[in-house]
């Protein structure tokens, strides 16, 4: 007590003795003094909570740990079962009462039913601060699972090269988020596109894309000058030539060669008379469609619907619908082969040039041969659902209402012939040859000497070294390109006698042949010369499929995603083959490593 008044006494007296000083202090902040002392308490609180930690974890032993690991563990495969079949979490009404505590929690529920150890350690029976069900440890796992999957494509490409496909798409909320998928080639010469991330951008202008693409990228230590082949779509902030994204990349790096969509035109324009191939289905839908329309025309709740049902009705029952339905589905039908071939995510650019060269045959094809037969199946069409076919003798008038004086008078069978079904192909066929610039159609052109068809019948040495010097020159030095030209020799040597290398269809095989018989240790110029051709992107159907995998997921229930929350659930189902390689006890780990947990996961406890 005599130490305590003293205490205080010596207290007081500081004070009286420097009243001004107090002054002062009260009111600009505390003095060094009392900042020494705050300090010095939360070391001291500090300290007590690292022994009350370290006492914990001397009393935790093998069984309550294992107990930790099992409740964390059962989280963990409940948020990746919602996350691979895209169902919500949350429920409405999460509380103890509820008849339906959300997806995430009901399907603990139900495994615990089924597992006596794992209803002794999750929901009631886990600690009420540390039960690891609440939504924030779901984010946390998920984010954790997309990390990974993340690091595991980072891995895959290593320092190969690589192309970025990049497409955007309005969500459910109004946003415009831009999808980022990789185009490389792994080390077993398969060609892998994966989903890499989302993000979401303010602003869809060219710039502000760039930025945001070369963040995701530097963020993952993948370096824009590594990027040899860029895929978008016909935008002009993606495409455009002088101010697009593809110029922007290109202005960075010259090699990154821009390849438009093969399949993103193809793909709008397939509607679902494209499908109807076979002439009796397609009769089919034609009658069925009738006779709806009838329905609604006898029946109709009201005198509009009933007479647009009866304007619609008449415009399929003539002969102009009928004529354009027949020759939309002999051109869709030519183009549909292509397009579910440009959509597979293994296509290579040379296969997709040769199917888009037959493409552009058959509709010469078509264009030159077909208005006879197109004709006769016409007039069947229409002799057997009695529809008035013009006489294609009499002269075509323009436009409704009295005859018109016309300068060049032409038949009616001029007018279909000429300017329905000859200018519909010519644009088809006039579409597919503007579909490259003229140094990708060189590129490709030269990269077909490369091409295992036919035991090698394309191979041409001079041809594979004028691609290297004309478009690849700055991933060969000087030295490598006289190399290259002495590989290309002692193979074309090999092939002829090597039957591993016979009966080879595609570049992408003659890879994997490379990489399986080791061949690529030999001819190491060769293998990244085919990689190189491999990486460069056929189309975005990567990127649509994203968005389509969006759509299931950011539905009008959860319209208030999170933007991290989106991205990592979309990394999580789309890359599901890779997620459900992970190994359980990694997962663990790495959740226990974020932060201090109050349970704890391994025998040694290290406070972070």
Known sequence: MDGQRSARGRGRGSRQAHPQGDEQGSATGPTQGQENIEVNQMATAVNRMTDILERLAERQGPVPVAKNRLQLQVSIDAAKWCAFQVVAF?????????NNRGNFIELI??????????????????????????PTIQKEIL???????????????????????VDEAQDRSKREPVAIVLRFVDKQGYIRERFFDIVHVHKTNSLTLKKEICDVLSRHNLSVQNICGQGYDGASNMGGEWNGLQALFIQECPYAYYIHCFAHRLVARATRIAELIAIDELETEYEDICSVLIDVINYGNTSTQRSEADRVYDFMTSFDFVLVMHMMRDILGFAQVLSQALQCKSQDILNALKLVSITKDRLQSYRDNGWNELFTNVKAFC???????????????????????????????????IDVFLATVDSQILEMKNRFKEDVIELLILSSALHPKDNFHAFNIEQICQLTNRFYSADFTDKEKLHLRTQLE????????????????????????????????????????IRLILTLPVSTATTERAFSAMKIIKTCLRSRMEEDFLANSMIMYIEKEIARTFDINSIIDDFDKIKSRLAQFHMSHTVK
Do not use: W
Not at 90 to 97: F, I, Q, T
Not at 387 to 398: G, L, S
């Open 383 to 417: 002799d057997a659902r009695n529809t008035e076919m013009p006489d294609m003798n009499v002269i075509y008038k323009a436009g409704r209402g009295r005859i018109r004086k016309q300068n060049d008078p032409i038949t009616m069978e001029h007018h279909y012939r």
């Open 90 to 98: 949350r429920g409405h009404d999460e509380s103890l009462d509820s």
């Open 490 to 529: 002692l193979f074309q040597i090999e092939f002829s006698c090597n039957s591993q290398l016979h009966n080879l269809s595609s570049l992408q095989e003659f890879c994997q042949v490379l990489a399986k018989t080791r061949k690529s240790m030999c001819y190491t110029l060769i293998d990244r010369l």
């Open 143 to 165: 984010s954790i699972g997309s990390s990974k999957i993340q690091k595991y494509i980072r891995e895959e490409i290593s320092n190969s090269k690589f192309s970025i496909l």
């Open 109 to 134: 529920k139900h495994v615990s039913s089924y597992n006596e150890k794992v209803a002794a350690v999750v929901l009631d029976n886990a600690p009420r601060n540390a039960s690891y069900t609440s």
